[in-house]
């Protein structure tokens, strides 16, 4: 489930980002209850997907220097006795 969690902060940053509503590194640690640490290593995660992302220190916030999009669609379903049940969903 830890890949499906680092999905979802991917897809946050990936809004915030887009929204050009970061804050500082400190703030967009704050905002998404993660470490300094863990903000970078997300960035570098995008970064790896080809993102051009840069950082506005007048306007305090991380932007993307070329378009770019990121679409997560993440469902775990389990089957049992033959009937299928959806444990999580998120467009």
Known sequence: MN???NLGR???LHRLILNERTGSPRE???RMHLSE???YNLI???KDF???I???RSRKTYFYAED???KVNISVQVMSNNEITEIFQDH
């Open 37 to 39: 640490r863990s903000i």
């Open 3 to 5: 890949s499906i969690k």
């Open 68 to 70: 770019f999009q990121l």
């Open 44 to 46: 570098e995660h995008l």
């Open 50 to 52: 080809e993102a051009s």
């Open 10 to 12: 991917l897809q946050k």
């Open 28 to 30: 967009l640690a704050s």
């Open 54 to 56: 840069r950082y506005d």
